[in-house]
């Protein structure tokens, strides 16, 4: 289910924010990071705030989701994520994977670019995460924070996109030579 943070119940953002704080806290700290409650749990309140969510099916309570935004960076349309949480009793069966392919499919529906998603440079773990997903390190795009890197990979959108615009250009070529 994708929702906007306006369509969300207070109960789902108090369980958004207890995953969070429960999968990052000690993360935050491990790495040098201040964990700010206050600061953590106003950003999931943010009006731009969109969240695809996965459900237990048979308890119909939420067990994951992606926190992101539609945005235009690198000059490109994208989506940036902000944070990805599963349940540590759903973690290891693939649903931080469907979650983010979901959101990689709206992307694509929408005509979206680009996903981005800001990692610390020692979260080796996640970092190899999104690289089975694709995402690479993008060197132009710097993080504001030194300790963080910026991670990005193209949807399908811009897979076909760049196809079309080879193709075009190949074609160009062609009937400049005949």
Same mark, same amino acid.
């Given at each position: 289910?994708?929702?906007?943070?306006?369509?969300?119940?207070?109960?789902?953002?108090?369980?958004?924010?207890?995953?969070?704080?429960?999968?990052?806290?000690?993360? $935050?700290?491990?790495?040098?990071?201040?964990? @700010?409650?206050?600061?953590?749990?106003?950003?999931?309140?943010? &009006?731009?705030?969109?969240?695809?969510?996965? +459900?237990?099916?048979?308890?119909?309570?939420?067990?994951? +989701?992606?926190?992101?935004?539609? &945005?235009?960076?690198?000059?490109?349309?994208?989506?940036? !994520?902000?944070?990805?949480?599963?349940?540590?009793?759903?973690? &290891?069966?693939?649903?931080?994977?469907?979650?983010?392919?979901?959101?990689?499919?709206?992307?694509?529906?929408?005509?979206?670019?680009?996903? !981005?998603?800001?990692?610390?440079?020692?979260?080796?773990?996640?970092?190899?995460?999104? &690289?089975?997903?694709?995402?690479?390190?993008?060197?132009?795009?710097?993080?504001?924070?030194?300790? $963080?890197?910026?991670?990005?990979?193209?949807?399908?959108?811009?897979?076909?996109?760049?196809?079309? @615009?080879?193709?075009?250009?190949?074609?160009?070529?062609?009937?400049?030579?005949?």
């Amino acid at each position: 289910m994708c929702r906007r943070r306006e369509d969300m119940e207070t109960s789902f953002m108090e369980w958004a924010y207890k995953i969070a704080e429960r999968n990052l806290k000690q993360k $935050y700290l491990t790495y040098g990071f201040r964990w @700010q409650k206050s600061t953590s749990y106003k950003d999931l309140f943010l &009006n731009w705030a969109r969240y695809v969510i996965a +459900y237990d099916p048979h308890t119909h309570l939420p067990v994951g +989701y992606v926190f992101f935004r539609f &945005n235009i960076a690198m000059g490109r349309t994208a989506v940036t !994520i902000y944070g990805l949480h599963v349940d540590e009793n759903y973690r &290891n069966v693939g649903l931080g994977t469907h979650l983010m392919k979901t959101l990689e499919a709206l992307a694509h529906r929408l005509g979206v670019e680009l996903l !981005i998603i800001g990692v610390a440079k020692r979260d080796i773990a996640l970092k190899r995460f999104l &690289n089975r997903l694709g995402f690479t390190a993008e060197n132009k795009e710097a993080s504001i924070n030194p300790e $963080y890197e910026v991670l990005v990979a193209p949807t399908l959108c811009y897979k076909l996109m760049q196809k079309y @615009q080879k193709s075009m250009l190949e074609n160009e070529k062609l009937l400049l030579t005949e």
